[in-house]
């Protein structure tokens, strides 16, 4: 019940917002259907755990380092969770106009990951495009040595594939919503001991505090659990942008920073005190 409230919560404020804002675009200027695309429906290819709808630019070649720390309630001793950090380097590339690929290594179960990326529509004015949609699909291996039993320790029974279709809309310069299908398969995962078949649907919001500074919040519940004993991911976290630079700082209830592991490896509960707090440094180079 309480993942249905989160939900209902994020999507009940979507729409009074949207009624909001849909009478301000004139106001705000650019949202005329003559126009193309607002530029970007959120300001990074990830929100915080959730790929966005967003790709890199043609050419640009986007290096991220992720840290997400240890559990706040840790104390000082660890640092509120600064000694105990997990860390991920990814780097995205912009093929084209609509396509992308990316890879990335996680400390977490030392899992490297790959991806591509495919924005099949984007949002154009008010009327003739009203939302943008975009398909991903990565795989992700742990190679962790001795978490796999032996008749299991293989290539593809070590290997995760998602699929995830992301919709969203931009309502004005000041808010947008995403919503995120996010199918997992996996033929073992250590933790179930079995093979798993896991689907989550997501939300994200991003508010505009400045021109510079947005607000993110994310929920991914599980519609699907396929045996996996998980809490839903919840995250808040801020977009600062420094030119070229995007600095993002947040508290989640997950230190998964791969899609593996905050699909399936979440156990932090937020009423518990259980929070995370990690940031992500994204630079961009032009090729």
Do not use: C
């Not at 990335?104 to 179960?109: I, V, W, Y």
């Not at 179930?192 to 505090?209: D, K, N, Q």
């Not at 400045?210 to 396929?226: C, V």
């Amino acid at each position: 019940m309480k993942t249905f409230a989160v939900l209902t919560f994020l999507l009940t404020g979507t729409l009074l917002t949207a009624q909001i804002t849909d009478n301000m675009f004139d106001d705000l200027g650019g949202w005329d259907d003559d126009v193309g695309l607002p530029l970007k429906t959120f300001r990074s290819t990830r929100i915080v755990n959730m790929q966005s709808v967003e790709n890199p630019y043609p050419g640009e070649l986007v290096f991220t380092v992720g840290h997400r720390f240890g559990n706040v309630q840790t104390g000082f001793y660890n640092l509120f969770g600064l000694d105990m950090a997990s860390i991920r380097l990814g780097l995205d590339y912009g093929i084209n106009s609509w396509l992308a690929a990316g890879m990335g290594r996680s400390t977490f179960q030392k899992t490297w990951d790959g991806y591509l990326k495919a924005r099949l529509i984007t949002q154009e004015g008010r009327l003739r495009y009203p939302f943008s949609l975009t398909y991903y699909a990565a795989a992700s291996q742990a190679t962790i040595r001795n978490i796999y039993p032996v008749q299991h320790d293989n290539f593809l029974d070590k290997t995760s594939f998602i699929h995830s279709l992301m919709v969203s809309r931009k309502f004005s310069e000041l808010f947008s919503l995403q919503i995120s299908s996010i199918l997992l398969r996996s033929r073992y995962l250590p933790e179930t001991m079995s093979a798993v078949s896991h689907f989550s649907l997501g939300a994200a919001t991003r508010v505009r505090l400045t021109p510079m500074t947005h607000l993110n919040i994310e929920y991914i519940p599980s519609i699907i659990d396929g045996g996996v004993n998980r809490t839903n991911p919840l995250s808040v976290g801020f977009d600062i942008e420094t030119g070229g630079h995007v600095f993002q700082l947040f508290f989640s209830n997950t230190q998964g920073i791969a899609d593996k592991a905050w699909l399936v490896n979440t156990t932090g509960q937020w009423q518990e005190g259980d929070i995370f707090f990690g940031f992500t440094i994204t630079r961009v180079f032009y090729l």
